[in-house]
């Protein structure tokens, strides 16, 4: 059974820092393409960024580009999100995913979610 499991969000000051960690089991992690995408308050999901099987390729949204830092650790089978400068249009729930293909944002199972707010 696939399970991904984030954990680290937290209420946060604006300008602070967090990072976002995802537990992945029940597939070969280091074979799949992985991505962050988060869902604010009233608004549809976003996709953040996503990672090469192996790491060595990313690809972050514009919106949270220099700020953002996906990475991973296969022989953790961990997934993480470093969230620097961090703003209040940052909140919201964030979801790790296990991609489909590099392109696109879709996937085909997503973690239950962690909460992010970001206070002003």
């Known amino acids: 059974e696939v399970q991904l499991v984030e954990s680290g969000g937290d209420l946060v000051q604006a300008g602070g820092s967090l990072r976002l960690s995802c537990a992945a089991s029940g597939f070969i992690f280091n074979t799949y393409v992985m991505r962050w995408v988060r869902q604010a308050p009233g608004k549809g999901l976003e996709w953040v960024a996503t990672i090469s099987s192996l790491g060595s390729r990313t690809s972050t949204a514009d919106s949270v580009k220099d700020r953002f830092t996906i990475s991973r650790d296969n022989a953790k089978n961990t997934l993480y999100l470093q969230m620097n400068a961090l703003k209040p249009e940052d909140t919201a729930v964030y979801y790790c995913?296990?991609?489909?293909?590099?392109?696109?944002?879709?996937?085909?199972?997503r973690g239950q979610g962690t909460q992010v707010t970001v206070s002003s």
């Open positions: 995913a296990r991609a489909r293909a590099w392109t696109g944002s879709d996937y085909d199972y």
